[in-house]
């Protein structure tokens, strides 16, 4: 049962993904990409990552990407106009993504070889509660400057967007 | 039982219900405004228009069904499909009452008890805003697009007061879960006040209460806060386009939403199914007493009619309360029915929140909203968690 849940979300946020690249509306884009931001907290809740999966769900789906779209039908942007491509980008693209590809595999399996497969509903840690213990406990230092990372960023971004006013 | 069956079976009670609730919500919201500006409302078909709703179902399926030519033909109809789906969707978490226990066959009056049911909750209201954005946007109308735009806005503004007026009493429950949320606002103080969240210590709950139900009013888009629909600005604001069941789905999605958001105001701050007073003080025999008291006074009037047709219709509604009351005293049905009276009580109370609320206050302008959520709802939300968190870190062991 899980695998094939696993299976068809994967195989969904596989699908946008390519979709996202593909469309040329900015607004189909930002749909597909939420689709895959949709099958992605599905995938992390089959983990049992619950926390996670709904913070997936609020944060990037609900809040970021309502942005995104936003932005998107406020500047009311138009069909992407593809240019004219070159010629060896058309005849070379594919293939070095194909290549690029193979060699982050490569990578990933040297550094960080599989020692046995991933097992469904064994992970128990994915509550509110031992994400929260492990936040305000072993990883308090990263967590507070994290937020006030945040907190420059938002002041930033205000003095920004006065400067551009006044 | 097969887990699979019994959940397929609960999926079409839960379903069957709630649709007839969204139905007769709005024969109920045409009723209570009708009356607060005097006048009768609907009453033609039915007796007291009670066959209205299933009136506008057929109304609306057989109107014609267009598609404008100027529309963006993909995302005009996956707008109003997006808005009613994750509209439905969210019912499947809320609990309505206890487990039921008949011999060997146990199961829980909720469709699934996920232990992280509020996120949940507030995820799907997050992800709902795209179809009344994408509904503006697609219809290619200005009307339509300003009123999408002035949707999405208000919707991302009241999230936050909203998101953080549930954090307070989750700060004094401590769980995430509806059902353990309600078992946690269980008892009394001094033997006759509940412990509901908006009671409880260390710091009751009322000023969270308040910044929730006024968020919800502008989550869902209604009286004073539905710009986005304004007519004398918008026309009709996001679906000015949309007509025959296309409207339907949007109409059906707002009254869904505000359903789901007084189930979660009852979770969350009024004690869910927990009685308002304790079963020691006749709390059991209230729904009872109720019942008989309105069959009794239908009888009344069925003996003394005012009009030709109360001799008839009047006995037997008075002998169908009577009937609800008498079902309420049998023992193990009504350890079922008990506690969803005191859900559906509370749900209901603040349902005709609503309705007063759309029939009494004029609607608010633009920036009259957006500095409202901004200045005034989100501060107060802040300090209003401050305050909670602090009173449960020293209170707690």
Known sequence: MDSILFLIFAAIAVACAVNLVLQKHPISSALSLIGVMGSLAALYLLLGGEFIAAAQLIVYAGAIMVLFVFVIMLLNAGTENVEH?????????????????????????????????????????????????????????????????????????????????? | MNFFILSLIKAAVVAFVLLTTLAYLQWIERKVIAHIQLRVGPRRVGPHGLLQPLADVVKLMTKEDMIPSHVN????????????????????????????NIGSFKTAMQLTDLNIGVLFILGLSGIGVYGVALAGWASNNKYSLLGGLRSSAQMISYELPMALAIAAPLLMLNTLSFRQLVDAQGGYYLGFIPRWAIFQGPFPQIISFGLFVVAAFAETNRVPFDLPEAENELVAGFHTEYSSMKFAAFFMAEYANMVTVSCVATLLFLGGWQPLFPPQYGANFLPSLIFAAGGLV???????????????TLPITGIVFLGIAAVFLVPIVSTILLPLFWFAAKVGVILFLYIWVRGTLPRFRYDQLMSFAWTFMFPLAIVNLFVTGLLVALTSK
């Open chain 1, 85 to 166: 491509k070159r010629l060896w980008s058309r005849y070379l693209g594919v293939p070095l993504l194909v290549a690029l590809l193979g060699f982050v595999g490569y990578i990933v399996q040297k550094v960080l070889p599989l020692s046995e497969g991933v097992r469904f509903g064994t992970f128990r840690n994915g509550s509110p509660l031992e994400i929260g213990k492990a936040l305000f406990t072993s990883y308090l230092l990263p967590f507070e400057v994290t937020s006030v990372l945040i907190l420059v960023a938002i002041l930033g971004a205000i003095v920004l967007a006065r400067g551009e006013v006044d």
């Open chain 2, 298 to 312: 239908s009888l009344y009037h069925g003996i003394n009619p005012a009009r030709p047709f109360d001799r008839i």
């Open chain 2, 73 to 100: 033909k993909v995302f005009y109809l996956l707008a109003p499909f997006l808005a009613v789906t994750f509209a439905l969707i969210s019912i499947s978490v809320i609990p309505f009452g206890t487990e039921i």
